[in-house]
Nanobody, 123 residues
């Protein structure tokens, strides 16, 4: 099993940047694809970005393509989400989760959800 702790959220002005971190504990971290999801108030949770087990494949939701970059460091059991050109509509709680099948399908089954980190984009 894995446990995730997300960090790096905060308040940022539109156009600004944040780097989210997802720290995992557990012996099999590099056996899972890892994704970032987000949930805004009153909205359903949505997939934002995913990275395959070895980091060779990455996926992005359309609204964040070109602005967000996902990466992972398997030696440190970490996944990162670099978020640039942030918009007010990016405001949400951001979570990481694991996919043991390495499919990176946002509508698939995801496991070991963290508690999330709040990102607020506002002037």
């Amino acid at each position: 099993q894995l446990q995730f702790v997300e960090s790096g959220g905060g308040l940022v002005q539109p156009g600004g940047s944040l780097r989210l971190s997802c720290a995992a504990s557990g012996p099999t971290f590099n056996g899972y694809a890892i994704a970032w999801f987000r949930q805004a108030p009153g909205k359903e949770r949505e997939g934002v970005s995913c990275i395959s087990t070895l980091g060779r494949s990455t996926y992005y939701e359309d609204s964040v393509k070109g602005r967000f970059t996902i990466s992972r460091d398997n030696a440190k059991n970490m996944v990162f989400l670099q978020m640039n050109s942030l918009k007010p509509e990016d405001t949400a709680v951001y979570f990481c989760a694991a996919d043991p099948l390495n499919t990176c399908k946002f509508d698939g089954k995801w496991y070991y959800w963290g508690q999330g980190t709040q990102v607020t984009v506002s002037s």
